[in-house]
T-cell receptor
């Protein structure tokens, strides 16, 4: 149980285009979803926290207009990288929790974004 | 601001050795601490979770300890195997606040040589 999927698993796009990454909780309803970014050989950095039906809360230094997060349902959150640039190339990982601030986060397999 | 550091950054051991990975955090006001495993290009697999009131947790060949007052945790791997090769991350969840944010450590890249 508690499976989280991400789609696509990898994507290559041209500079200036927008890319959407989906995060789905397959067998549970996720009140809260989290988006992380991971540069090569570095740790995970939290980008934003989203609650279903509410605006996402972004961490300091994360551009909300560049990284659009939508959590329209209890099983789906999307991250859209707008006007992507090569420096946005990274590994993006989402996680989901059933509810409550003490709840366990279940992680997706990640999406590798390469911007040419 | 909570900072989580892992030592060593990389470790290479021969198969069969017992090993210890270290995690330290600057703010002892944590709710729990979690150890994860990450294979190259993959997501995270949760290994062990220790609540702030606990001293250790065990799962198979893995044993994690927590000394909250000193801001330290260790992950002990017994009888290491090549399949244990991966990056190991620790993460702390702060106590209080509106969300259950995890602060991740810098990671230890483990290579177990056959």
């Amino acid at each position: 149980g508690a499976v989280v999927s991400q789609h696509p698993s990898w994507v290559i796009c041209k500079s200036g285009t927008s890319v959407k990454i989906e995060c789905r909780s397959l067998d549970f309803q996720a009140t809260t979803m989290f988006w992380y970014r991971q540069f090569p050989k570095q740790s995970l950095m939290l980008m934003a926290t989203s609650n279903e039906g509410s605006k996402a809360t972004y961490e300091q230094g994360v551009e909300k207009d560049k990284f659009l997060i939508n959590h329209a349902s209890l099983t789906l959150s999307t991250l859209t990288v707008t006007s992507a640039h090569p420096e946005d190339s990274s590994f993006y990982i989402c996680s989901a929790s059933i509810g409550g601030w003490t709840d366990t986060q279940y992680f997706g397999p990640g999406t590798r974004l390469t911007v040419l | 601001k909570q900072e989580v550091t892992q030592i060593p950054a990389a470790l290479s051991v021969p198969e069969g050795e017992n090993l210890v990975l270290n995690c330290s955090f600057t703010d002892s006001a944590i709710y729990n601490l979690q150890w994860f495993r990450q294979d190259p290009g993959k997501g995270l697999t949760s290994l062990l979770l220790i609540q702030s009131s606990q001293r250790e947790q065990t799962s198979g060949r893995l044993n994690a300890s927590l000394d909250k007052s000193s801001g330290r945790s260790t992950l002990y791997i017994a009888a290491s195997q090549p399949g244990d090769s991966a990056t190991y991350l620790c993460a702390v969840r702060r106590y209080g606040g509106a969300t259950n944010k995890l602060i991740f450590g810098t990671g230890t890249l483990l290579a177990v040589q056959p």
